[in-house]
Nanobody, 113 residues
Framework: QVQFAESGGGAAPPGGSLKLSCVTSRSIVNFRTMGWYRQAPGKSRELVASISSGRVTYVDSVKGRFTISRDNARNTVSLQMNGLKPEDTAVYYC????????WGQGTQVTVSS
């Protein structure tokens, strides 16, 4: 089993930036696709960004603003978030996209003025 430890969330004003990090308890090199998800109050969890060998994908609402990266040597997946909007407010989680494992605690992102 793999444990996910997300961090880097917090409060930011509209237009601000945050960088989220996810450190896993064991190597992610064998997981083809890693992703960042988010869940806003009253909404279902959605996949925001994913990364596999040579390919990244983003949900339309974050394209051009968010950048996902992974460092297999450090068992880390990151999400750089720029141009934050109030609708980005949510708890953010990382997980394996191919088959979700047990979810971590997530990290809260709140965007407001």
């Amino acid at each position: 089993q793999v444990q996910f430890a997300e961090s880097g969330g917090g409060a930011a004003p509209p237009g601000g930036s945050l960088k989220l990090s996810c450190v896993t308890s064991r190597s992610i090199v064998n997981f083809r696709t890693m992703g960042w998800y988010r869940q806003a109050p009253g909404k279902s969890r959605e996949l925001v960004a994913s990364i596999s060998s040579g390919r990244v994908t983003y949900v339309d609402s974050v394209k051009g603003r968010f950048t996902i990266s992974r460092d297999n040597a450090r068992n880390t997946v990151s999400l750089q978030m720029n141009g934050l909007k109030p609708e980005d407010t949510a708890v953010y989680y990382c997980n394996v996209v191919d088959y979700n494992l047990t979810w971590g605690q997530g990290t809260q992102v709140t965007v407001s003025s």
